[in-house]
C-alpha cells in the first residue's frame, strides 16, 4: 500500500479542471503574485550562483576562416578548403544557452498536503523561480507534468511570456489519476531532449523502481531532486479516531492516531522511505534537495545553489 497522503474527518471533494473552460478568476493574480515573489528571489537568492553551476551543452561552430601558421590541423574544414583552393579552419565557440526542464508530479498525492498551496502549489512557486532564473540568463525553460504516465510537455523555449505559461500549466494542471511513476518522466526526457539540460524533478517521490531510468537520464543531463515533504509525512498527527484516504489508490481506512505504537510505527516507516529515496538519488548521481512545505520553500533552494557554487571553486 501507497503511503497515507490525507488525513480527514470528512470526505473532501476533489476539484476535476476542464482544460476547455476559462481560468479561474483569481488565475492571473495568483500567477502575478507568483511572478512579483520569484522573479526578485531568482536574483537576490541565486544571484551569480546559477551561471557558473551547470555546464552548456558544449562547443558550436562559429565561422570558417583562412589558415594562418599556428593553427590545430585537426581544424581544417576540408570541404571548404576543397572548393575554395586555400586551406581554411573552423572557428568554434563554448555554448553557454541552457535549457532548464522543470519535470513537475501532478498525480493524486501532490494535491494533498496541510499548506493550504499544497504540494502542486509549491511545485508552481518553484517552477516560477527556476524558470524566472532561466530568463534573467537568457536561457530556455520548459516544463514537464507526469503522473503514471506524460500528461503534458511544453518544450523549452526563451522568454518571460513562456514561463508565465509554463506556470499556469502547473497551476491549472487537471487531476491526473494513477500514482507517481518517476520512470516514466526519465524515459520521456531520455527521447525528447536532444541536448544536455538542466532537470528538477520536482515531486514527492512516492515511488520505487526508478533507480536504472534515472541513473541513464543523469548520465547525460544534469538532474536536480526536488523532494515535497509535507508534516504528515514525516509523522502522525495525534487527531484521535480519522478517515484516511490514500490519495493515489483511493483506498480508505479508520485509523486511531491517538495510538503511540502506531505513530512510532508511521514515523520508523517514513524514516526508512526518506533513507531508501537518499540511497536511490546518490547512487544515479542525482542531488537531493528537501522542500519543507511548512517552511519557506525558496530558501533550500537557493542554499542548494550557494553550496554547489562552493563545492565548484
Known amino acids: 500500500m501507497a503511503i497515507l497522503t490525507r488525513l480527514r474527518r470528512d470526505r473532501g471533494r476533489r476539484a476535476h479542471a476542464d482544460e476547455s473552460a476559462p481560468p479561474a478568476p483569481d488565475l492571473a493574480a495568483r500567477v502575478r503574485r507568483l511572478e512579483i515573489r520569484t ?72 494535491r494533498v498536503a496541510q499548506p493550504q498551496s499544497g504540494r502542486l502549489g509549491a511545485a508552481a512557486e518553484l517552477t516560477a523561480l527556476l524558470g524566472f532564473a532561466a530568463v534573467q540568463n537568457h536561457d530556455r525553460a520548459g516544463l514537464l507534468t507526469f503522473s503514471d504516465q506524460i500528461e503534458r510537455f511544453v518544450p523549452p523555449r526563451h522568454g518571460t511570456k513562456h514561463v508565465l505559461r509554463i506556470i499556469r500549466d502547473v497551476l491549472t494542471q487537471t487531476e491526473a489519476r494513477g500514482g507517481t511513476r518517476i520512470t516514466a518522466a526519465c524515459d520521456y526526457l531520455q527521447r525528447v531532449l536532444p541536448r544536455r539540460s538542466v532537470v528538477f524533478v520536482i515531486s514527492d517521490w512516492f515511488d520505487d523502481g526508478y533507480a536504472q531510468s534515472l541513473r541513464l537520464l543523469a548520465r547525460r543531463h544534469d ?51 526518506a533513507a531508501r529515496r537518499s540511497q536511490q538519488l546518490a547512487r544515479a548521481g542525482v542531488d537531493e534537495v528537501i522542500i519543507r512545505l511548512d517552511r519557506d520553500l525558496l530558501a533550500p533552494v537557493a542554499a542548494y545553489f550557494r553550496a554547489r557554487a562552493r563545492g565548484r571553486r
Open 39 to 110: 522573479r526578485h528571489m531568482a536574483g537576490s537568492l541565486i544571484g551569480g550562483n546559477y551561471r557558473s553551476l551547470f555546464r552548456g551543452s558544449g562547443i558550436e561552430f562559429s565561422e570558417a576562416r583562412e589558415y594562418v601558421p599556428g593553427d590545430d590541423v585537426r581544424r581544417i574544414d576540408w570541404n571548404v578548403t576543397a572548393r575554395t583552393g586555400a586551406t581554411w579552419v573552423k572557428e568554434f565557440v563554448e555554448e553557454r544557452e541552457l535549457t532548464v526542464v522543470c519535470a513537475v508530479d501532478v498525480s493524486g498525492s501532490q
Open 223 to 273: 538532474v536536480i531532486a526536488l523532494v515535497l515533504v509535507d508534516p504528515v509525512d514525516l509523522e502522525l498527527p495525534d487527531l484521535g479516531i480519522v478517515a484516511v484516504e490514500d490519495a493515489e489508490s483511493g483506498e480508505r481506512l479508520l485509523v486511531d492516531s491517538s495510538d503511540g505504537a502506531l505513530r512510532e510505527r508511521y514515523a520508523a516507516a517514513a524514516s526508512g522511505r
